[in-house]
């Protein structure tokens, strides 16, 4: 299936039915007086957060979504039925924002959460509210209200606890799979990885987390080069952003140092939040060169020349060394935060 992380839609909700002017017309009961029933409530449009959707594709191609109108009232105090609701389910993770002014209507954020988009119109009233003492025959009533209408931009950010983020050939997609389950294509030229893929990496038996790999980033992506900010938004969720470096690019004039510090500016650009957040550098590609020591030296080296003062690990994804340590201090950061939240809250 194709993944889809945008689209804009237009939800109707219902037209109320018009209230009845009816009169009770039966033999042998004379003047038997208003008998005008109500008009249904027009049906409303609800978005549904299904943990069994992971892409936007249904709502690139189905952009308009009508609910049902409500029936008009009729005589012998019938009132309308009302129009059905219609239910549009969503991935969770889905931001709902209103088309013209980029307000943010819904944050479907947990799975089974409803949020409504457009109201169905109340139903009019018959003339049997209009009968009085003094109006025994009232031939008054009201016509249903329109439903509401939007046009809705729908907007998807995966849910993972940590993100992946480097430039191209960094190694992220074989650092999701030496770690996790997840298998993203893994070849040796840029861009291997085209769209966002999640993974859950498990320390034990009853404790894991789950990591996001999106596509590299490279300098002047807020110009639109490469592949630019366009999957940056998946990584606004997370907790904790993982930066791989390649401790051994294949360049001769290539600048690790040089590079992270584009990286994190480009961040910086797009979503100071997103530059705020915890960020741990990832030193890859340890195995290329001639010792540990070697890569311990250079990795050093970068950490001193970018004044680093967060946590620094040295890995060899290819073929898992490092990697493991790393999940487990990964996993511990995520626990103190969890823990310091509910300490929070209990206090």
């Known amino acids: 299936m194709k993944f889809i992380d945008e689209a804009k839609i237009q939800v109707h909700a219902g037209k109320g039915g018009d209230g009845s002017a009816a009169f009770r017309r039966e033999k042998f009961v004379p003047r038997g007086g208003p008998s005008g029933g109500d008009g249904g409530r027009g049906g409303s449009v609800w978005a549904l957060a299904d943990r069994n959707i992971n892409t936007l594709v249904d709502y690139r191609f189905a952009r308009i979504h009508r609910a049902e109108h409500g029936e008009p009232g009729r005589g012998a105090d019938k009132y309308g039925h009302g129009g059905e609701d219609i239910e549009l389910r969503m991935p969770v993770g889905t931001l709902v924002k209103d088309a013209e002014d980029g307000v943010l209507l819904a944050d479907l954020a947990k799975h089974g959460q409803r949020a409504l988009l457009a109201r169905g119109g109340r139903g009019g009233l018959g003339n049997l509210h209009f009968k009085s003492s003094t109006n025994r025959a009232p031939r008054q009533f009201t016509r249903g209200e329109p439903g509401e209408s939007r046009e809705l931009a729908l907007e998807l950010r995966v849910l993972a606890d940590v993100g992946l983020l ?129 890569a311990e030296a250079r990795a050093r080296r970068i950490v001193r020349a970018l004044r680093w003062k967060a946590p620094w690990y040295l890995i060899s994804a290819i073929n898992g060394k490092g990697c493991r340590q790393l999940s487990g201090q990964v996993y511990a950061f995520l626990s103190n935060i969890e823990n310091r939240k509910k300490a929070r809250r209990a206090g």
């Open 166 to 294: 480097g430039l191209p050939n960094a190694g992220k997609s074989t650092f999701i799979r030496a770690v996790s389950a997840a298998r993203p294509k893994v070849a040796d030229y840029p861009f291997t990885t085209l769209n966002p893929s999640l993974g859950v990496v498990r320390v034990a038996h009853d404790a894991s987390f789950v990591v996001a790999d999106i596509p590299g980033l490279i300098e002047g992506a807020a110009e639109g080069a490469g592949l630019g900010h366009q999957f940056l938004r998946h990584l606004s969720r997370t907790r904790l952003l993982l930066h791989l470096v390649d401790l051994a690019p294949p360049e001769t004039d290539a600048d690790p140092a040089r590079d992270a510090r584009a990286l994190a500016n480009e961040l910086k650009k797009y979503d100071p939040s997103l530059y705020d957040k915890p960020r741990w550098l990832v030193f890859n590609k340890a195995d290329l060169l001639s010792s540990g020591a070697e």
